[in-house]
């Protein structure tokens, strides 16, 4: 099962138009979240959660951090963080945010990914990025995260059963099937 939480955002529709293509797929409303956080850590089954895209900025939902950092590592949850969902997730590991420098708003970039092996397209629409010090992410890369760069800001990050992005994948200027369905597929077919 995919579950979208969705942020009061219009890109949690493209989302569930992608992935109820290939799992089960159900919507979160905002004001549902938090409860829905703390039922799932009493499921055996496997689920995808989808921190979706948003508005505003992390600190104007600082009551889901706590609820995020308690399923973070839970071996039967897949966390896949899109934009604002991707802020929420290593805000809950202690990072901050900031004003992007490159603030972008439906434009797509060809990037290289070290974690798929090849280019890629991104769409990006976003104002602000997580922030760190290099000595941070280095650490982070030292204990096994995949954290990937553009320019000075950090566009995606994985490990075991997370992953985030700081773009949108489900954008049309997007690589779509590349950066949804096969993390989130493979995550799935395990249960197999």
Avoid at 58 to 65: A, K, Q, S, T, V
Avoid at 68 to 76: E, R, S
């Amino acid at each position: 099962m995919i579950a979208i939480c969705d942020f009061d955002d219009s890109f949690t529709f493209n989302l569930l138009s992608d992935l109820s293509s290939f799992s089960k797929t159900v919507v979160i409303p905002k004001k549902e979240i938090i409860q829905f956080l703390k039922d799932v850590l009493h499921k055996d089954e496997r689920i995808v959660i989808v921190l979706g895209p948003g508005p505003g900025n992390p600190d104007e939902y600082l009551d889901f951090i706590k609820p995020i950092q308690d399923v973070l590592y839970k071996k039967n949850l897949f966390i896949f963080g899109v934009c604002l969902g991707h802020q929420l997730i290593w805000k809950s590991m202690g990072f901050n945010w900031s004003r992007s420098s490159m603030p972008i708003h439906g434009q797509s970039f060809l990037t290289y990914f070290k974690f798929f092996n090849k280019s890629l397209k991104i769409q990006r629409y976003n104002s602000l990025k997580v922030t760190g010090l290099k000595s941070q992410f280095q650490s982070l890369i030292n204990e096994g995260w995949t954290i990937e760069f553009l320019k000075d800001e950090f566009m995606l990050s994985a490990k075991e059963n997370i992953l985030t992005y700081q773009f949108h994948p489900e954008s049309v200027g997007s690589s779509r099937k590349d950066l949804l369905y096969s993390p989130i597929k493979d995550f799935l077919l395990q249960s197999n």
